[in-house]
């Protein structure tokens, strides 16, 4: 899906407000496999906790219905955790 973007462009997409929680969890997926990037260090890099980047990452569980339904139903971040 984002495979085709390099590290930087996708680096500058997590920075962009109008991306929903799956785009943005699956760039930091990417950004891990793809850049061997750790969660840690790709926290580090974007100056968040590691916490956050496993939390995201996590959320791409979600089967892309499901996460259609998330997005649709308008739940936030939290909420979705929670299910």
């Known amino acids: 899906m984002l495979d085709f973007l390099g590290e930087q462009p996708l680096l500058e997409l997590l920075s962009c ?3 929903n929680m799956f ?3 699956a760039a930091m997926q990417l950004l891990c496999k793809q850049y061997s990037h750790t969660q840690a260090s ?6 968040v ?3 956050y980047i ?6 791409l569980h979600f089967s ?3 996460q259609e339904l ?6 936030s971040e ?3 955790r929670v299910l």
């Open 17 to 19: 407000r109008e991306r």
């Open 64 to 66: 892309l219905h499901e």
């Open 70 to 75: 998330i997005l649709k139903y308008a739940l």
């Open 49 to 51: 906790s590691q916490s």
């Open 54 to 59: 496993g939390n995201k990452i996590r959320l």
């Open 42 to 47: 790709l926290a580090k890099k974007l100056g």
């Open 78 to 80: 939290r909420h979705a």
């Open 23 to 25: 785009e943005q969890a």
